[in-house]
């Protein structure tokens, strides 16, 4: 299935150092996970017809936003969010779009006992989990290190999806835009136990 906008990564980022704006020093070749973002994309499919869309996920784990969107959620002071550039093959920065990304990645706050978990790799510690009852269960102390926008070091049981935690604040301004939840996004509340 095709992502909502035709966006694209220029570079595979499954092949062992086949994008610039990752560090595979922690790569997993059985796993192809442990990569970490270090540079902004470069796409194809940016254009100024994409300006309207104001909010893509490719790839359902990156999310890139209009600049429309970018200053809705600059003026509500929604905390854990860098905006990055995307460049096209030219070396160009876009003007109408940018990478939505946390500030930080959670670990250990998940309530894993009511998951479907399963070791995903035996050659390192990148794990999968599932949602079961469509609540995601936190421990009490995860309330102090969240932010208005997280991501998780697990994963969804796609191995590719992130999973992220937003607020409340953030999810509203998705509202009040009008992104509802669809194929690709799905929101689950959160529990704390």
């Not at 998951?115 to 079961?132: A, E, I, S």
């Not at 607020?167 to 996004?185: A, G, M, T, V």
């Amino acid at each position: 299935r095709k992502p909502d906008v035709g966006i694209d990564f220029i570079h595979s980022i499954y092949k062992l150092n086949g994008n610039e704006s990752f560090d595979y020093s922690n790569y997993c070749q059985n796993c192809k996970k442990g990569y970490k973002q270090i540079a902004p994309f470069v796409v194809r499919g940016l254009s100024t017809k994409y300006e309207s869309k104001k909010f893509v996920t490719p790839f359902w784990t990156y999310w890139v936003v209009s600049a429309y969107f970018k200053e809705k959620i600059n003026e509500q002071n929604i905390t854990g969010v860098d905006f990055w550039e995307l460049f096209n093959s030219k070396g160009e920065a876009s003007k109408t779009n940018f990478q939505m990304k946390p500030k930080k990645i959670l670990q250990d706050v998940l309530s894993l006992e009511d998951m479907n978990c399963k070791k995903d790799c035996p050659m390192c510690d990148n794990m999968r989990v599932g949602v079961k009852d469509e609540v995601v269960k936190l421990h009490k102390e995860a309330k102090e290190k969240l932010l208005d926008f997280n991501e998780m070091k697990e994963h969804n049981m796609s191995t590719i999806n992130g999973m992220y935690i937003i607020s409340k604040k953030l999810l509203q301004i998705f509202i009040d835009e009008n992104i509802l939840p669809h194929k690709d996004i799905v929101v689950y509340p959160v529990e704390f136990v």
